[in-house]
């Protein structure tokens, strides 16, 4: 069975333009996390989605969106970015919300120049 | 809010040695706790996790106890290899069904030399 797959896996983007990041979750799980690592850091929760609702978001600016789709694949989008958006994004994905492990993709490198 | 400390690192150690990892939480209620790894380049897998106080994790000849009156979740290993070299997170999430938050320490580079 396929992971968590999330693309692109590198991406520049310069200050002020937006950045669509997405994930596939594993086949079965509803349940999509997103995270941000900047370099050195641990991972900081951005949002979470459960059966296409929002179900949690992490202290970011309104800059930063997601949603869920039908088939339960996400998107992370991000407006007006800025150099200190330079991160590694992570998806996570469960099967039931809060009950099972999250398994994780190998995120997306995004850096702001 | 939920908060975890972890040692501070980096951490070198020779080949065979004995690891340990400190790690303590904050959290109200009964966290469940985890300890992910992350390889160079790579995301995070899962090393081991408990979801109950005493309860132990272990795999891949690590373990960590859960411990509620200490609120802590220490790695332990008993003897490194070269391929144990990677980055250790601790990590918790709260004990309310739906809540997928996990909160992160902030790592610890472990590197072992032959």
């Known amino acids: 069975d396929a992971g968590v797959t999330q693309s692109p896996t590198h991406l520049i983007k310069t200050r002020g333009q937006h950045v669509t990041l997405r994930c596939s979750p594993i086949s079965g799980h509803k349940s999509v996390s997103w995270y941000q690592q900047v370099l050195g850091q641990g991972p900081q929760f951005i949002f979470q989605?459960?059966?296409?609702?929002?179900?949690g978001r992490g202290n970011f600016p309104d800059r930063f969106s997601a949603r869920q789709f039908p088939n339960y694949s996400s998107e992370l989008n991000v407006n007006a970015l800025l150099l200190g958006d330079s991160a590694l994004y992570l998806c996570a994905s469960s099967l039931v919300a809060g009950n099972t492990e999250a398994f994780f993709g190998q995120g997306t490198r995004l850096t702001v120049v | 809010g939920d908060s975890v400390t972890q040692m501070e690192g980096p951490v070198t150690l020779s080949e065979e040695a004995f690891l340990t990892i400190n790690c303590t939480y904050t959290a109200t209620g009964y966290p469940s706790l985890f300890w992910y790894v992350q390889y160079p380049g790579e995301g995070l897998q899962l090393l081991l996790k408990a979801t109950k106080a005493d309860d132990k994790g272990s795999n891949k000849g690590f373990e960590a106890t859960y411990r509620k009156e200490t609120t802590s979740f220490h790695l332990e290993k008993g003897s490194v290899q070269v391929s144990d070299s990677a980055v250790y997170f601790c990590?918790?999430?709260?004990?309310?069904?739906?809540?997928?938050?996990?909160?992160f320490g902030t790592g610890t580079r472990l590197t072992i030399i032959p």
């Open positions: 990590a918790l999430r709260p004990s309310n069904f739906g809540n997928e938050k996990l909160t």
């Open positions: 989605y459960y059966e296409k609702e929002e179900r």
